[in-house]
Every structure is written in C-alpha cells, then in structure tokens.
C-alpha cells in the first residue's frame, strides 16, 4: 500500500489530535495536525500575515515518530502553539485563500507515500477529497471547552466564549469552511472515552476495508 490517508475533521475540542495520535501510533500511521500549522502561522506573524512575509517565512514540518513538528528558523515551536488566543488567531487568519494554500501544499508535500491521519477542518473536503477512511468529530459545546480548558490549563469561560466564536468563524467562512464532508462517518465523542472513540473508529475503518475488499 504505498499510500492510505484517514481524515478526522471536527469542531475545537472535539477530540481530533488526541484520537488521530492514538489511531497513528496504535496503527503505524503519520499523524499530521493541520491544525498546528495555522497556528504557527498566527504565533509568528499575528494577524499581519501577508503574501511577502509568507514566502520569505522559515517554517519547516519535520516528521518526529509519529507526528509532525513545526520549526521556524529551526527553532521547534510545536508546544508553544496551543492557548486559545492563538487558535483564535488561527481561525482568522485561516479565512485567507493564500494562507489555505501555503497549508494545504504542506501538508500534501508530506504526504505524497505513505500512511496519514490528518486531522483539521477541510481535510476530508478540500485537502484530501479522496481520502481512504473520512471521520467527522462532534461533541456537546460545554464538554469541548471543558476538554479544551483541561489541556490548556485556561480558564472554562473564556475557553467557553472562545471556541463559541471559533465554531461559527471556522463554520460560516467562505473557503474552505468547517462541514461535514458528503461520505465522512460521524461521530460523536460526547461523554464516551477516548478507548471508546478509537474502537468505533476502528470498527468503521474495518468495514470500509472489508467492503472494499470484497
Ligand atoms: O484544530 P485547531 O484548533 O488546532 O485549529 C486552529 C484553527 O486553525 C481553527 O480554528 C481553524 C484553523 N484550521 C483550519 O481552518 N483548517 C484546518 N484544516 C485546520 C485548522
């Protein structure tokens, strides 16, 4: 198989990264954040992202195990992208055609061979459009900031009116926006655990296989 490519879309806090890096490292796949990169973007050009300072940016994706990290100026920068003023951050800049570009032709220079599973909000629409296995996350609002909150450490409220305003910026945009690809698999992680989640995943990637296979 030289390549086979998983998308998970979904909401903030839905449980995207946490289920994609356990799919990745359970299953020997890659597991590519797209998320991240926006973020990157917003942690090192704020909002004053344009077409210049884009091309003249030093930022490099380097496969680490199972995951990707983010370099600038072949700093690693991965950990420090994940409060929520910077998501927020991300999703605007995000409304940006030549921004979705530069990320999309990322993460496709990543993944020419091989075996991805590669979270975000377009993946399973714009990135990958054939993608093997299409998983779209959904969950209650109050447990995604609850979740959010826990890993950043932040506080419930503010993550509460943060993400309110993400969903809706991520969701009504005119390119690229947050929905539901027409053949993804929905699933809801409200109130399941995570063993939960990647069981039921599991169970769809197998009947996908088992039908192609057939
Ligand atoms: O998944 P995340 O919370 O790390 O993503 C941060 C922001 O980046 C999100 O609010 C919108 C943007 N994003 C996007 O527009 N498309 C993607 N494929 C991934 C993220």
């Avoid at 998983?6 to 903030?12: E, K, L, N, V, Y």
């Avoid at 380097?62 to 700093?75: A, M, Q, Y």
């Avoid at 950990?79 to 030549?98: N, P, T, Y």
């Amino acid at each position: 198989m030289d390549k086979f490519i998983i998308t998970i879309d979904g909401p903030a806090g839905s449980g995207k990264s946490t289920i994609a890096k356990l799919l990745a490292k359970k299953n020997g796949f890659v597991h590519i954040n797209s998320g991240a990169i926006y973020r990157a973007l917003a942690y090192v050009l704020d909002k004053n992202v344009d077409r210049e300072k884009l091309a003249n940016l030093n930022l490099e994706l380097s496969l680490k195990g199972n995951s990707i990290k983010v370099f600038c100026d072949g700093e690693d920068i991965t950990d420090r992208l994940q409060s929520e003023a910077i998501g927020r951050v991300a999703s605007k800049i995000a409304q940006i055609g030549f921004v979705r570009d530069y990320v999309n032709k990322k993460v496709r220079d990543l993944t020419e061979t091989g075996k991805f599973v590669i979270d975000g909000r377009d993946c399973g629409t714009v990135i990958f459009p054939y993608a093997d296995v299409k998983i779209f996350l959904v969950a209650d609002l109050k447990e995604r900031a609850r979740r959010r909150a826990f890993e950043t450490g932040e506080n419930f409220d503010e993550v509460l009116r943060i993400i309110e305003k993400r969903d809706k910026e991520d969701s009504e945009r005119d390119i690229a926006p947050l929905i539901k690809p027409d053949d993804a698999y929905e699933v809801d992680t409200t109130g399941k655990s995570i063993e939960d989640v990647y069981n039921e995943i599991m169970g769809i990637n197998r009947r996908v296989y088992d039908n192609r296979n057939s």
